[in-house]
């Protein structure tokens, strides 16, 4: 049975290198890992708790995908020190959904520079009970990096790291799978 990963940009740009790096990990999983970039988050509604009862069907479809997923990837910038509406705004719709909770998540950071984003991301998901996958939860500096968005998955600096996050986040679902 193939691995489900669920991977979540923070970013709404065209050209996000948030984005770029997850389909570049999407490029190099393993044929036994199903990875799958969620897109439609970018456009929902501000979290309104009054919809819990009757979500729009994009978010009822992502809490689908959430709770069928084996881990969780997200790859987020940081805008003016802290987290993007667009991550806090996915987070907060999943606040009140017990599959949620314990679920293995990778945090990936696409900046050399930014940490209070990360640091403030890790903390939210923390509070929401993720399991946070410390060795999954990495600085992949792409940004600035000087090479083209599409050719992260063939440039050996980044190769090595996108790897070892896969094997990170393989291992720990399938180690939390045999203690379960």
Same mark, same amino acid.
């Given at each position: 049975m193939k691995l489900q990963i669920l991977a979540l940009s923070g970013s709404q740009r065209t050209k996000s290198w948030s984005?770029?790096?997850?389909? %570049?990990?999407?490029?190099? @999983? #393993?044929?036994? $890992? +199903? &990875?799958? *970039? &969620?897109?439609?988050? =970018? $456009?929902?509604p501000l979290f309104n708790p009054e919809l819990e009862d +009757? $979500?729009?069907?994009?978010?009822?479809? &992502?809490? !689908? !995908?959430? @709770?069928s997923? /084996?881990?969780i990837v997200i790859a987020s910038p940081e805008y003016a020190h802290g987290v993007t509406g667009t991550i806090k705004n996915t987070l907060d719709w999943l606040v009140s959904y017990p599959p949620f909770a314990d679920k293995p998540v990778a945090v990936l950071n696409p900046s050399l520079q930014s940490f209070h984003a990360d640091l %403030?991301? =890790?903390?939210?998901?923390r509070t929401m009970s993720a399991d946070l996958i410390a060795d999954a939860c $990495?600085? *992949? #500096?792409? *940004? /600035?990096? /000087?090479? !083209?968005? +599409? %050719? *992260? %998955?063939? +440039?050996p600096r980044f190769i090595p790291a996108i790897d070892a996050v896969l094997r990170a986040i393989t291992l720990y679902v399938e180690q939390a799978s045999r203690e379960a």
């Open positions: 984005t770029a790096l997850l389909r %570049a990990m999407q490029q190099l @999983a #393993p044929a036994w $890992v +199903d &990875f799958t *970039i &969620f897109e439609e988050h =970018k $456009v929902w +009757d $979500v729009p069907e994009s978010i009822a479809r &992502f809490r !689908a !995908a959430i @709770a997923a /084996g881990a %403030a991301l =890790k903390e939210t998901l $990495v600085r *992949i #500096p792409v *940004i /600035g990096s /000087g090479i !083209a968005q +599409d %050719a *992260i %998955a063939t +440039d």
